[in-house]
């Protein structure tokens, strides 16, 4: 099993919808959540960061971690043709750690 | 503020040839990070240096080697180029501590090697 999995999609969506992207990870000492945005030819960026298990709300963005389930997600409200991207998701094991586990990344197309 | 910077954007190498990908970070990070990303497979880390003159691999090291002389300048070698070195090269950096999950990532390096 790998450490991090996340579906790669891809995912369309028509422009207003809300958008649910998930990853689910094996290692219980993962402790610290984040999501990347990489845009088409370009380096990712960081999107949300959450520690340990509850929600983050940033603008249109959700992350919630459940811990208990393993299992994170990135809900993305009202969106937008400008959020189509690929979302990665990232953890570690530390604060400090140097070291990010990433999925895969899943493709998102939002239609207007 | 520039950022993190990479060069070149593409290239092209034959079989067996050596070539150096450059990166550059002008935000004073102690943290500097080589990452490979293949189509649909997410970001493998390569190389990872905590410091000027500290490296350390990553998850897939071989068939690369690493420098960091100074703070600002983290290039990455390719010995006997091969295909399955095909990939896009991003190069990133951060604070270290804990804030170190926030990297800042460069434009990426496309190379191919046939």
């Known amino acids: 099993q790998k450490e991090v999995e996340q579906d790669p999609g891809p995912l369309s969506v028509p422009e207003g919808a809300i958008v649910s992207l998930n990853c689910t990870y094996s290692n219980s000492a993962f402790q610290y959540f984040m999501w990347y945005r990489q845009y088409s030819r370009k380096g990712p960026e960081l999107l949300m960061y959450t520690y340990s298990s509850g929600n983050k709300e940033d603008g249109r963005f959700t992350a919630q971690v459940d811990k208990s389930s393993k299992y994170i997600s990135l809900f993305i409200r009202d969106s937008q043709p400008s959020d189509s991207a690929t979302y990665l998701c990232?953890?570690?094991?530390?604060?400090?750690?140097?070291?990010?586990?990433f999925g895969k990344g899943t493709k998102l197309t939002v239609n207007p | 503020n520039a950022g993190v910077t990479q060069t070149p954007k593409f290239r092209i190498l034959k079989i067996g040839q050596s070539m150096t990908l450059q990166c550059t970070q002008d935000m004073n990070h102690n943290y500097m990070y080589w990452y490979r990303q293949d189509p649909g497979m997410g970001l493998k880390l390569i190389y990872y240096s905590v410091g000027a003159g500290i490296t350390d691999k990553g998850e897939v090291p071989n068939g690369y080697n690493v420098s960091r002389s100074t703070t600002e300048d983290f290039p990455l070698r390719l010995e006997l180029a091969a295909p399955s070195q095909t990939s896009v090269y991003f190069c990133a950096s951060s604070y270290s501590g804990t804030s170190s999950y926030e990297q800042y990532f460069g434009p990426g390096t496309r190379l191919t090697v046939t």
């Open positions: 990232a953890m570690s094991d530390q604060g400090g750690s140097e070291k990010l586990v």
